[in-house]
Structure formats: C-alpha cells, structure tokens
C-alpha cells in the first residue's frame, strides 16, 4: 500500500468514526431507539475493523497519535 492509499484509508477510518459518534450520539437521544439503528452502528463498526485489519495487513496499523 503506497503512502496515498494509506492516507486514503485513515481518511476513511476518520469518516466512519464521525459516523459511528453521529449515530452513538442520535440513539442516546431516544428512548426506544429502533433496532434498525443498532443494526446501523453494528455495520460501521465492523466497515471500521475492517479499514484497521486492511491498515494492519498492510504494516500501517492505525494509530492516533492525538490519545
């Protein structure tokens, strides 16, 4: 993996993670929060292991240098 396509994947990464708060975040606000947005969060979640497998396998693991 070159140095744009790792980028591209962080870049990628960092949209799911807005993704997943948004989602976190809207069904914190609800009381009964419908399953169809938990089925939602499940699959960014997993869309996000899956850019840090394919990160990983390609010797760039993610790390966020900000924690």
């Known amino acids: 993996m ?3 396509q790792v980028e591209d994947m962080h ?3 960092g949209s799911l993670v ?3 708060d948004l ?3 809207r069904i914190g606000g609800i009381e009964l929060a419908p399953v169809s947005m938990a089925d939602d969060l499940s699959k960014v979640l ?3 292991e899956a850019v840090d497998r394919t ?3 390609a010797d760039h693991p993610y ?5």
């Not at 790390?63 to 924690?67: M, P, T, V």
């Open 55 to 57: 990160l990983a396998d």
């Open 46 to 48: 997993l869309a996000i």
């Open 11 to 13: 870049r990628a990464r």
């Open 23 to 25: 989602l976190a975040k």
């Open 18 to 20: 807005r993704q997943r």
């Open 2 to 4: 070159n140095t744009d």
């Open 63 to 67: 790390f966020d240098a900000g924690k």
